[in-house]
């Protein structure tokens, strides 16, 4: 039975997604256009270790508003798509700017340990940026596990790396430092306190509160082997772009948005996507995946069906 404490993450979770859904896209740049793709293939196929195509049937966990199921339809890497989420502001978000791209995705909500589905549905499961929200995540593995076909495929992309986590309080120490030069040399206003009890301000306490993990490779792995899967492997993303986007997302929520110049973001944008491929091209192959800010895992479910007590740690994954 889920634990008390358990029961209030979900409730969180719910509560600030529901909240951050209407703006979530502007927010975090999502797109479904051609860069929207070109980002979630690009973390699919290094998770995987090769091309992201032909991956059939997906189930989709924590799906949000849509990033993943919806560029990888887009770019007809997979078949179909079932989303979930345990928030329904995202998942209408979500079914919206499907039917404005003319795409079929099944939504339900529900929390990622109780999936409405039956067993080996799906060739796929996938999610970004869900795993470090879920409280359980041997009752979610289990899961995943269970829905997946024998020789199906696990992909979680965006996971927060622990040492890539305190790595990055680094640039956002120093933004705190310099934005009042910041803001001034931009010539925009401090941020007004948020009174206690608007929705924004119940967004921001929630912030704090959703997330439950930040993982290192070992964990990351060992979760996924302790559910029965088998060839697993984490690697690590963004290192440099990383501190490049905490620093400038420091900085920017200290400024009344209003007064930062849109040259501003261009700016941070492009600045962000260029660290990105210095990232991509020179660090992420040499440096040990554990010092990266996100860590990606894939996995396969065994080709035969087996309990999970059977399964062998076929753990691949980097050392922490
Ligand atoms: C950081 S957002 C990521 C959304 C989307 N995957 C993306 O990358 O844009 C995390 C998502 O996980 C969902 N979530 C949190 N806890 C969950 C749970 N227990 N079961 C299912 N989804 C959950 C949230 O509602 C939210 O939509």
Redesign the pocket.
């Known amino acids: 039975m889920a634990s008390a404490w358990a029961e209030e993450i ?1 409730e969180h ?2 509560r600030y ?1 529901d909240l951050a859904a209407y703006d979530y896209d502007d927010k ?1 740049g ?1 797109s479904y256009g051609g860069l929207g793709r070109a980002q979630v293939l690009g973390k699919v196929r290094r998770a995987l270790g090769e091309e992201a195509t032909g991956l059939g049937r997906a189930l989709e ?5 849509g ?2 199921s919806l560029n990888l339809l887009l770019a007809g890497a997979i078949d179909s798509a079932v989303a ?4 329904q502001g ?1 998942l209408d978000e979500l079914s919206d700017t499907a039917r404005r791209l003319d795409l079929a995705v099944e939504t339900h909500r529900c ?2 340990t109780e999936l409405p589905f039956d067993d080996g549905e799906f060739d796929l499961v996938i ?4 795993l470090h ?2 409280p359980d995540l041997d009752a979610a593995f289990d899961q995943f596990r269970r829905v997946l076909r024998p020789g199906g495929r696990l992909v979680f992309c ?1 996971e927060p790396s622990r040492h890539g986590d305190r790595l990055a309080s680094v640039p956002k120490r120093a933004a705190l430092a310099v934005a009042p030069v910041w803001r001034r040399l931009i010539g925009a206003r401090r941020r007004i306190e948020l009174a206690a009890g608007n929705d924004e301000a119940r967004e921001l306490w929630l912030e704090h509160v959703v997330d439950v993990h930040a993982f290192t490779p070992g964990e990351l792995s060992t979760v996924a082997a302790r559910a029965g899967f088998v060839d697993v492997r984490v690697h690590g993303e963004e290192l440099v772009a990383g501190w490049f986007g905490w620093l400038n997302r420091t900085l920017e929520s200290t400024a009344e948005k209003a007064d930062i110049p849109m040259l501003w973001f261009q700016w941070a944008h492009r600045g962000y996507l260029t660290l990105k491929e210095l990232d991509t091209a020179l660090l992420e192959p040499r440096l040990p995946p554990a010092i990266f800010y996100n860590l990606l895992v894939s996995a396969r479910s065994p080709a035969t069906a087996r309990s999970a007590g059977e399964a062998a740690y076929a753990v691949t994954a980097s050392a922490d």
């Not at 966990?61 to 508003?65: F, R």
């Not at 979930?84 to 928030?87: H, K, Q």
């Not at 999610?127 to 869900?130: D, I, R, T």
């Open positions: 979900k979770n719910a997604h975090w999502i966990i924590g799906a949000g508003t990033y993943f979930t989420d345990i928030s995202m929390d990622a999610g970004h940026a869900v929200h879920l965006g």
